[in-house]
C-alpha cells in the first residue's frame, strides 16, 4: 500500500484540495478522500495520468537527423519515410530494445503513464523472419519490464507496397507479413505479455489500407478480441488519392461502408478529411489519435479538431516518431494549429471549460479508450496512472484549478512533472526516472553503433 497526498489534485469529482490517495497492493486506488492532513508522498498538483496513444519506438534514434533537403526540390512525408528505411535495415533487436527502453523513460518523464506501441518492424533485414516470429515484440516488452511503462502493445499487420498489391521492397520487407504468420506472429506477442505486470494490454494494428489487404481487415480485428483496433487513416494526400483511385471511395467513406467501426478502433491521423467525413466518422465512437508534433514535422496537415470534438469525436494523443516527447507542447501545437487555420483563440474550449481543462479531459478518457486501459481517472478502482506537478514551478505558483492545466500546457513544460506512477509503480521521482543512467548509457552505446546509419 501506498500513501499520496497532494495539495490540490483533479478528481473524478472535480478539483479537490488536501486530496489523499491510496494505493492497493495490485495497483489500483483503494480511496480518494479530500481534506486529510499530509501523511505519505506529498506531491503538488495530482493527475490522472494520460496515455501516449502511439508511437514507432525504433523511429526515435533518428531524431534531429532528416532536417536536410535532399535533392529532391519537394521534400515531403515520401522522401523522410525513404530515409527511415534505411535507417532501420541497421536495426538489430539489440538495438530496438535499448532505444524503445530509452523512449519510454522519456515519456513516463514528460507524465504519461502507458504507451500504446504500434509495432511494425518484425522481421531482420531483407525480411528474413527470426527464429521466433514475434523476437522484436519481445524486445517491446522487454523494454518496458525495464522502464515500467504501462504497454498496450500493438503488433501492426502489413501486406503489400501499396493498393495495387505491389510486393514489399526495401526497408518495407521488414514489416511483411501474410495473414496466417501474423497469426502465428501475433500469438506470440501475447503470450510475451505475461513477462509483464497485469495491467499489460494487447491489441492488434492495420497499418493502413494501402498496406493490409482490406479483405482482411474484420479478421484482424478478431484477433484481438476485446482488444483495441487500430490502423493509421487519412495521413497523406498522395494516400487519399491512391486509395480514392483504387477504391471508388475515399479512404474514411470507404471504412465507414465496409467496417463495423465502433469505439475499439483508434484511427490514427485524419488529417485529410473533408467535413461530412469528420463528423461521421466521431459519431462511431471511434478515437482519432493525433500527433500533432509529428504531423507538423512531416507536413501531414491539419486535423479539424473543432468540428471532431463538436460532434462528439473523441481523442487521444501520440508521440509517433518520437522525434520530441513532450506532452504539453503535443497539445499546444493542436490547439494552435487549429487557431491558425481559423484565425481564432480558444479554439477548443467551451463556455464551461478552459481550453487547457477540456484537451486534458479529452486525452486522459481517449487514451484510456485507445489504450482498453482501466484509467484516466483518480477514482476509486481505477489503475493508479497518476502525474504531479511542481506547484512551485514559477508559472504554476498560486494557480489553482483549470488554470493550473492551462498554466501547464500553454507556458510550461515537461520540467514541471515531479512524479509518475504507472499502475502504482512509482517510476518518475523528482523528475527523473529511477533507471535513468543505466537506460541512457545504454541508448548512447547503440546510438554509437548507429551513427553512420544516416
Not at 54 to 72: I, K, N, P, V, W
Not at 265 to 293: D, F, N, S, V
Not at 345 to 365: N, Q, Y
Amino acid at each position: 500500500m501506498a500513501v499520496i497526498w497532494a495539495r490540490q489534485a483533479l478528481t473524478e469529482k472535480g478539483w479537490q484540495d488536501d486530496v489523499q490517495v491510496i494505493l492497493d497492493d495490485r495497483g489500483r486506488i483503494g480511496s480518494v478522500e479530500s481534506g486529510r492532513p499530509k501523511e505519505g508522498h506529498e506531491v503538488g498538483i495530482l493527475l490522472p495520468a494520460p496515455v501516449n496513444a502511439h508511437s514507432h519506438a525504433f523511429q526515435r534514434a533518428m531524431a534531429g537527423l532528416t532536417e536536410r533537403r535532399g535533392a529532391d526540390p519537394k521534400d515531403s512525408f515520401w522522401t523522410w519515410r525513404r530515409l527511415m528505411y534505411r535507417f532501420l535495415d541497421r536495426l538489430t533487436p539489440d538495438h530496438i530494445e535499448a532505444i524503445t527502453a530509452f523512449v519510454q523513460m522519456e515519456m513516463l518523464e514528460a507524465g504519461y503513464a502507458a504507451s500504446v506501441e504500434f509495432h511494425y518492424l518484425h522481421h531482420a533485414q531483407g525480411g528474413r523472419p527470426y527464429a521466433r516470429l514475434a523476437e522484436t515484440s519481445e524486445r517491446v516488452v522487454a523494454a518496458a519490464a525495464q522502464s515500467g511503462i504501462g504497454l498496450t502493445l500493438l503488433p501492426v499487420f502489413y501486406q503489400h507496397g501499396g493498393c495495387d498489391g505491389r510486393a514489399l521492397a526495401g526497408g518495407q520487407r521488414r514489416f511483411g507479413n501474410d495473414p496466417d504468420r501474423f497469426a502465428r506472429l501475433f500469438e506470440q506477442a501475447k503470450t510475451a505479455l505475461d513477462h509483464l505486470p497485469d495491467d499489460a494490454r494487447i491489441g492488434v494494428a492495420a497499418h493502413s489500407l494501402r498496406a493490409a489487404p482490406k479483405e482482411h481487415l474484420a479478421s484482424l480485428a478478431g484477433l484481438a478480441e476485446a482488444g483495441p483496433v487500430h490502423m493509421h487513416l487519412a495521413e497523406q494526400v498522395a494516400e487519399v488519392e491512391e486509395i480514392e483511385t483504387a477504391f471508388g471511395q475515399r479512404p474514411v467513406a470507404w471504412l465507414l461502408d465496409h467496417v463495423a467501426v465502433d469505439d475499439r478502433w483508434c484511427l490514427i491521423h485524419c488529417t485529410q478529411m473533408l467535413p461530412e467525413e469528420t463528423t461521421a466518422l466521431a459519431r462511431t465512437g471511434a478515437i482519432a489519435g493525433l500527433c500533432p508534433i509529428t504531423e507538423s514535422s512531416l507536413g501531414d496537415g491539419i486535423f479539424d479538431g473543432v468540428r471532431w470534438m463538436a460532434a462528439g469525436g473523441r481523442i487521444a494523443i501520440g508521440s509517433d516518431s518520437n522525434i520530441r516527447v513532450a506532452l504539453a507542447e503535443e497539445l499546444r501545437t493542436l490547439e494552435y494549429s487549429q487557431r491558425l487555420r481559423d484565425r481564432s483563440r480558444a479554439a477548443l474550449a467551451t463556455p464551461d471549460k478552459s481550453t487547457g481543462r477540456r484537451l486534458f479531459d479529452a486525452i486522459v478518457k481517449g487514451g484510456a479508450g485507445a489504450a482498453r486501459r482501466d484509467s484516466g481517472r483518480i477514482a476509486v478502482g481505477a489503475l493508479a496512472d497518476l502525474t504531479a506537478l511542481d506547484h512551485d514551478a514559477v508559472d504554476l505558483v498560486d494557480k489553482r484549478g483549470d488554470t493550473v492545466l492551462d498554466s501547464f500546457i500553454f507556458a510550461g513544460d515537461d520540467r514541471m512533472i515531479t512524479d509518475v506512477w504507472c499502475a502504482g509503480r512509482h517510476r518518475v521521482q523528482e523528475g527523473r526516472h529511477i533507471a535513468r543512467k543505466d537506460i541512457t548509457d545504454r541508448y548512447l552505446r547503440t546510438m554509437t553503433d548507429l551513427r553512420d546509419a544516416l
